[in-house]
């Protein structure tokens, strides 16, 4: 059951001007879900966007990433259902003829239309269910649609994943308004699968950019359920300029505000992913500090959220903390002295001296392992860097939900 | 259920002159299990080894290593139910009383005993029940002890591991026995959770420690149950000498011999391991052909094996292949043109050119998965290097196991 998020309509779900959106059951699903969505956007919107590093990338991020040099989007399809990965030269062909399809419906060129798609992959996707699904999802666009698009581009997820934030740029309220879908198959190497983020804030082409890559890194980039990068991640920020005046350089105050409250609703959407992670009871922190860089502390701290015997530890409260030693020993990091190490769990010292610390006690371990939600910190102490990963336990459910998966 | 494996004594299970075993029940695991062995070794007898690269290694790691520079090894000694790893200093003390008391025992120094344990980590190592049990395994030491020590040594699990084999050398007969232990925690990283081979042959230390590397590398380095590198892993090839004339170089016909025999002996013991490993139901040979080297056949073939994604499609019997696809995009290879792979499930083409194969029919790929034994073969069509990874399927019991492992 996902851990400590509302599968109710967010309190505050913005609009945003220059930003409508429609949905449609097209039949790629079961029936009774729907499956479609069209994001439409005004002339001058700007769009930046990060894709999956996996080599058999799907057909829509190809042609998603072909189609952005163009610059001048007028809409985004996302399906649902079928990935359309591995799909080869007729994948292709569908992702580019699902642009044109909805391209003459809104009256705009093929090439200014993002396509993504979602769900099983080596399947040929259903094109004709797509083509003759789009003019009910064109029909139905209206910019309060967000918390139902959110809906329409689930999969194994249980809840739909919305987040709104409100900030001052200028003397200019700013509206932030995103949504993201993923809960297995998540090991974002560039952005999650899927994550769409609108701003009614004005900035340029360039900008949005440089900005959208440093906001995977610090949001979906952290993130993990099964270790799996899966082949059609794709993070999308659309600016539409409808408040505000220009920000310009990175230079500017407004630049770091925006980009700090674009990072905040993005890494809440990612921990909901976790929070909705296939299967997932716990929801996890890694904190990983001391480190020499980055890459080392990323390497231990994912080590520790990809060992299947951590997660299952966790997933029955047990606390077997040795499996973490173990993973932290294995991580792969050079001359690391594991007498140095100092391992918590919350505030409570686990271990230190290359062993169980001398005042652990395992009532208190027990009492941190059976709350829903636990930070485990490792202390490095051989160097200033930080970071964090957030992933869940592993359980029975995970394996019921991907051995079911298609049947 | 282990695969394709059977728990009865091997037919031929045959002594090697210089070695004998005592089994005792140390009260380190629950009650009517044997938990501790003693391998005597007479005098002369080389031992060579190598152990997990896991810097959390074990303290009986570090001892065995430590000792193993003296070169007259008499002695090892292996408990089960508790690793002694993560313990800090007390664990190295605890390691080397165990020695010392074993020492007495067989009127020999401490430095000629190696230790090993396996179990719990990061749990003190009861090392009262180790040495008021040592006496009962010096008094049951024998030379045909071998498939009673192959029991043991097993934590988690369920099927004893044991293997002789019989060559000529030099128109003389060679025996080689060994066993092992390993289920989970299975992802060798120099060698497995636990290996013990003897010969009777007669090779010099440096030859010994030579083939010993050879050996690790295309046996228990070759398999993976969870990805999880142990604390504790260790394999020891052992010598005595009391059969044949001395091997003393690399480039004579009996070295070679031998280490392929050798080599043949370990490998059925790792894929034994495989085939009951924790929770396992298929039994999985990834092979990797047409790779540039050695390193990108292994990433591609263990990124595979680990897929949390590919192994429940395998518990499940789901010809759901793109998750294979997914992996293979994902391994980080260099430069991978996906269009250039073939996939194939057994003799069966799956995908090819980026996608699903034109004759691919869902139905022969079904029967494949269908079996209890698979092999994935994927050709990267760059390169002449092979590389070939055994592993398990992924199921509900994996979970149970490990969830419930200490309660």
Aim: with cysteine; aromatic share 6%.
């Amino acid at each position: 059951m996902p851990i400590n998020i509302s599968p109710l309509l967010p309190e505050k779900l913005l609009p945003i001007a220059g930003v409508s959106l429609g949905i449609a059951e097209a039949g790629i699903k079961k029936p009774d879900h729907k499956d479609l969505l069209v994001i439409a956007l005004d002339d001058g919107v700007k769009v930046a966007g990060v894709f999956t590093k996996n080599r058999f990338c799907a057909a829509p991020v190809i042609v998603a990433k072909l189609h952005l040099t163009e610059n001048s989007i007028r809409a985004l399809v996302v399906n649902t259902g079928n990935a359309n990965a591995g799909t080869g030269n007729s994948g292709l062909e569908h992702a580019c003829t699902t642009c044109a399809t909805l391209a003459k419906l809104l009256d705009c060129k093929a090439q200014q239309v993002l396509p993504f798609s979602t769900g099983v992959i080596m399947e040929p996707l259903p094109i004709e269910a797509i083509i003759n699904g789009l003019p009910a999802a064109v029909a139905d666009l209206k910019p309060d649609n967000w918390f139902d698009a959110a809906h329409a581009i689930l999969t194994t997820d249980i809840v739909p994943k919305a987040v709104s934030k409100q900030i001052q740029l200028n003397g200019q309220a700013i509206t932030i308004t995103g949504i993201a879908k993923g809960s297995g198959m998540i090991r974002p190497n560039m952005a999650t699968m899927l994550g769409f983020i609108a701003t009614d804030a004005t900035i340029s082409q360039s900008l949005l950019q440089q900005m959208v890559q440093y906001v995977a890194n610090h949001s979906f980039n952290c993130i993990t359920v099964d270790g799996d990068t899966s082949t059609n991640d794709a993070f999308m920020l659309l600016a539409t300029g409808h408040a505000g005046a220009e920000i310009t350089s990175t230079e500017c105050a407004a630049f770091g505000l925006l980009q700090e409250a674009i990072t905040a609703v993005s890494a809440e959407l990612a921990r909901m992913i976790v929070r909705d992670g296939e299967g997932a009871t716990k929801f996890i922190t890694i904190q990983v500090d001391g480190g020499k860089d980055l890459d080392e502390c990323a390497k231990v701290a994912y080590t520790i959220a990809h060992s299947p015997l951590v997660k299952t530890a966790f997933f029955a409260s047990d606390p077997n903390l040795g499996r973490i030693l173990a993973a932290i020993g294995y991580s792969g990091i050079n001359e690391l002295n594991v007498n140095g190490i100092q391992l918590y769990l919350d505030n409570v010292l686990v271990a230190e001296n290359g062993g169980r610390a001398s005042g652990y006690e395992e009532t208190d371990g027990q009492q941190v392992m059976n709350q829903p939600e636990i930070t485990v910190r490792v202390a490095l102490n051989r160097g200033t860097t930080t970071t964090t990963v957030w992933t869940c336990d592993f359980s029975y459910d995970y394996v019921r939900i991907n051995a079911e998966y298609r049947s």
